[in-house]
C-alpha cells in the first residue's frame, strides 16, 4: 500500500512538473512571437519621423540632456507595446483566449516582451540620436539616463497594464488614437519622473532611486500582473464587444 502511494505520488509531482514545463515553454514561445511581431508590423516605422524630431530636439540648445531625447522618442515609438498590449493585432484578445494558459502568464508574457523590446530598440535610438549630439557624452549622464529610466520603467509598464484594460484599441499603426495614446504616455512619463527629480536632483541621493525602483519592479512582478489578469478575466467579453 504504502509503494503504491508513493508511485501515485511522484507520478502526479512528474505530471505537474511536465505541465510547468510545457506552460514555460508556451510563454517564451508567446514572447518570441511578441517581439517578432513588433518588427514586422508598420508600427516600427513610427520610429522614422520620431527620430527625425529626437534630432531636433537633441541639437535644441534649451533641451536638458540628449537623453531626454532618447526617451520621449523611445516611449513615443512603444506606446502600443505598453499601453494597447492585447490589441497588436485586431482580433489578437480572441486569438488569446485559445491558449492553454491562465492571464497572469499571458500577461507576465507580455509585459517581459515588451521590456526585451525596450532594450533592443534602447542602443539603436541611443546610436542614432547621440551622434548628432553637439557636446559631448560624460559617464555621469549615462549613469543618470539609466537611473531614471529604471526609476520609471516599471510604474509605465503598470499604466500601460491599466491602459490596454481600460481603454484598449482594436487598431494600432498610423492611427489618431495612437498619437494620442503616444502624448497621454509621455505625459505619463513626465509625472513618474517627480520620484527621480526629487531623490537625485533635489536630495542629492541616487541610492534611494535604486530602492525605488526595486520597490516598484516588485509592486509590478506581484500585484500589477495579477491585477491586470484578474481585470481581463471579468472583463474579456465586454472588451471584445466593445472595441
Not at 514561445?29 to 527620430?51: D, G, N, S, W, Y
Not at 485586431?90 to 486569438?95: A, G, N, T
Not at 515588451?114 to 548628432?132: E, G, H, Q, R, S
Not at 481600460?166 to 512619463?189: C, F, N, Y
Request: proline fraction near 6%; include cysteine; hydrophobic fraction near 50%.
Amino acid at each position: 500500500m504504502a509503494s503504491d502511494y508513493f508511485c501515485s505520488h511522484a507520478h502526479s509531482r512528474q505530471e505537474v512538473c511536465l505541465k510547468r514545463s510545457m506552460l514555460d515553454r508556451q510563454e517564451r514561445i508567446l514572447m518570441a512571437t511578441e517581439i517578432k511581431h513588433f518588427f514586422v508590423h508598420p508600427r516600427c516605422l513610427h520610429f522614422v519621423p520620431l527620430m527625425l524630431a529626437g534630432v531636433m530636439l537633441v541639437l535644441w540648445p534649451y533641451f536638458s540632456s540628449p537623453f531626454a531625447a532618447v526617451f520621449v522618442v523611445l516611449f513615443a515609438g512603444l506606446e502600443p507595446q505598453f499601453a494597447n498590449i492585447f490589441f497588436h493585432t485586431p482580433h489578437e484578445l480572441e486569438s488569446l483566449s485559445f491558449l492553454p494558459m491562465d492571464w497572469h502568464r499571458i500577461v507576465k508574457a507580455k509585459d517581459l516582451s515588451t521590456i526585451l523590446v525596450l532594450f533592443i530598440m534602447l542602443p539603436i535610438v541611443c546610436a542614432t540620436l547621440l551622434y548628432f549630439s553637439p557636446s559631448p557624452l560624460s559617464l555621469d549622464q549615462a549613469e543618470a539616463a539609466a537611473l531614471y529610466l529604471f526609476t520609471i520603467l516599471f510604474p509605465l509598464i503598470h499604466i500601460g497594464n491599466m491602459r490596454s484594460v481600460q481603454h484598449p484599441r482594436r487598431k494600432t499603426g498610423w492611427q489618431t488614437d495612437d498619437l494620442a495614446g503616444s502624448v497621454e504616455l509621455l505625459i505619463s512619463m513626465g509625472i513618474l519622473s517627480i520620484p527621480y527629480l526629487v531623490f537625485d536632483e533635489a536630495m542629492e541621493m541616487p541610492a534611494l532611486c535604486i530602492v525605488y525602483a526595486v520597490a516598484t519592479m516588485v509592486f509590478w512582478w506581484r500585484y500589477s500582473i495579477r491585477k491586470t489578469a484578474e481585470l481581463l478575466d471579468s472583463r474579456k467579453i465586454e472588451i471584445c464587444l466593445k472595441v
